[in-house]
């Protein structure tokens, strides 16, 4: 919801009545799962199967409109905090989704896993690396899965790998720059978020693509992740294509 006073373009729409500006990367925090589940009655465990559901049909739909990059928090570096049962029930839908992904291969999709695997269970973390072999050739659209993901520990890896290639001389430490920097990043060669998308009504990133989002566009909605369709998301990009981006220009 941009402030009144901010510059606003009219959008330009196109025959399928999408504004034509459409961002070139959306991030998606999926969050509301677990009120989703509670205000029904049912456990947590409920709200995150309906979440996966409606991923499946946000990301057919991404793919229909022509996005080029979809980034989705699944699983932060923070949720193994949760109770284990919870985190169970996360990773089985993972594990689910990870031996059902064909009509994302068919579709040419691109599909890249960023966050730390070396903790994840060891069939999850194969599974991933696996499909990101099968699908590296293809560019219609990349899918970028956030799991055991956080923005904080994403730099401190790129810092540890930049730190070594100094010490073995093939950098100079001066010749750092912001590039050398996202080169680093689990997201190295994909572009910034353009637009980052947080239903349920809590308004912060959450550890999520700090770096990415220097410049992204922010869009809150009090609406909860597994109700966030199609029409909201059109929502979303209606108001993105209102916005006035200068990066720091005027
Ligand atoms: C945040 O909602 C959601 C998560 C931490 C998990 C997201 C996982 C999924 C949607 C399912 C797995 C996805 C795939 C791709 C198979 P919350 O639980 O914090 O909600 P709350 O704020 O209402 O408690």
Known sequence: MALP?????????????????????IGFIMDGNGRWATKRGMPRKFGHREGAKNFHDITRYCRSIGIRNISFYVFSTENWKRPQEEVDAIMNLLWEYLNDCDEYL?????????????????????????????????????????????GRDELKHAAQLIAQEVKDGKLEAADITEQTIADHLYTAGLPDVD????????????????????????????????????????????????????????
């Open 5 to 25: 006073f901010l510059k606003k373009s009219p959008p330009k729409t196109t025959a399928a009545g999408l504004p034509e500006n459409l961002p070139q990367h």
């Open 106 to 150: 068919e579709q040419e999709v691109r599909m890249i896993f960023i966050g730390d695997k070396s903790r994840l269970p060891e069939r999850i973390a194969k599974r991933m690396v696996e499909l990101e072999q099968d699908s590296a050739k293809y560019d219609k659209m990349n899918l970028i899965l956030a799991i055991n993901y956080g």
């Open 195 to 250: 637009l980052l998308i947080r239903p349920s009504g809590e308004l912060r990133l959450s550890n999520f693509l700090i770096w990415q989002c220097a410049y992204a566009e922010y869009y809150f909605t009090n609406v909860l992740w597994p109700d966030f369709n199609r029409e909201e998301l059109n929502k979303a990009l209606v108001d993105f294509s209102t916005r006035g981006r200068r990066f720091g220009g005027v």
